[in-house]
């Protein structure tokens, strides 16, 4: 089967730094991706690992290994509007217009003061 | 960015009626578009994957009678929740590929439909 393993629930103070992370084991891998989702809301995305590696954007970074089937989402500098739910999706079929998202089941990230 | 709209953004609708919910890719040519359900403090649930001009491809465990889909064109898709439940109630999000080229290794989701079943 498909299945991706993250934290339920991540507890951290402003300013400072979190890491959630994310193991995957799909069928299929093109690429591990990262969306944020506040509550009511739409998934936002934030960043995408093709290859291993450190991929920042900004306060955001995240982090891939394909021999571990492992990843992580690092935020940094921590504010209060990063109060969301973070969700790792793995994309289980190639370049192109082919293949689907499978999500993990989430992370509630809450910061406090 | 890619902007995908849906409509409507709540809808309330008694059990046996039929909804219909409308995903648009406003700026862009989705050849590929996904629809989701997401219970409260749940993950998105892939429910079927539609390509314009052909059947959708359900996932297991969806009855495809249940929630008929369409994709008529490279940028509107719609799903409707035929005989509606309680069970129903859910939050369905549509998310849409652009063609090889527009970033293609991402998806656009739509702010999402909130169902309610009563």
């Given amino acids: 089967g498909q299945s991706l393993e993250q934290?339920?629930?991540v507890t951290a103070v402003e300013g400072a730094i979190v890491q959630i992370n994310c193991t995957y084991q799909t069928s299929g891998f093109y690429g591990l991706s990262w969306y944020q989702q506040h509550d009511g809301g739409a998934p936002t995305f934030l960043s995408y690992n093709a290859l291993?590696?450190?991929e920042e954007t900004g306060r955001f970074s995240s982090f891939l290994s394909r021999s571990d089937s492992y990843g992580y989402l690092l935020l940094q500098e921590l504010q209060m509007k990063d109060s969301a739910s973070y969700f790792c999706a793995v994309r289980d079929g190639g370049s192109g217009n082919t293949g689907k998202l499978i999500f993990g089941q989430g992370t509630t990230l809450q910061v406090k003061p | 960015g890619a902007v995908v709209s849906q409509h409507p953004s709540r809808v309330i609708c008694k059990s046996g009626t039929s909804v219909k919910i409308e995903c648009r890719s406003l700026d862009f040519q989705a050849t590929t578009?996904?629809?989701?359900?997401?219970?409260?403090?749940?993950?998105?649930?892939?429910?079927?994957t539609s390509n314009e001009g052909s059947k959708a491809t359900y996932e297991q465990g969806v009855e495809k009678d249940k929630f008929l889909i369409n994709h008529a064109s490279l940028t509107l898709s719609t799903l409707t929740v035929t005989s509606a439940h309680p069970e129903d109630s859910s939050f369905y999000i549509c998310s849409a590929r652009g063609l090889a080229g527009v970033d293609h290794n991402e998806?656009?989701?739509?702010?999402?439909t909130r169902l309610t079943v009563l």
């Fill in chain 1, 52 to 54: 291993d590696g450190l």
């Fill in chain 2, 33 to 48: 578009m996904f629809w989701y359900r997401q219970f409260p403090k749940q993950s998105l649930m892939l429910m079927a």
């Fill in chain 2, 107 to 112: 998806q656009f989701f739509g702010p999402g």
């Fill in chain 1, 7 to 9: 934290p339920s629930e």
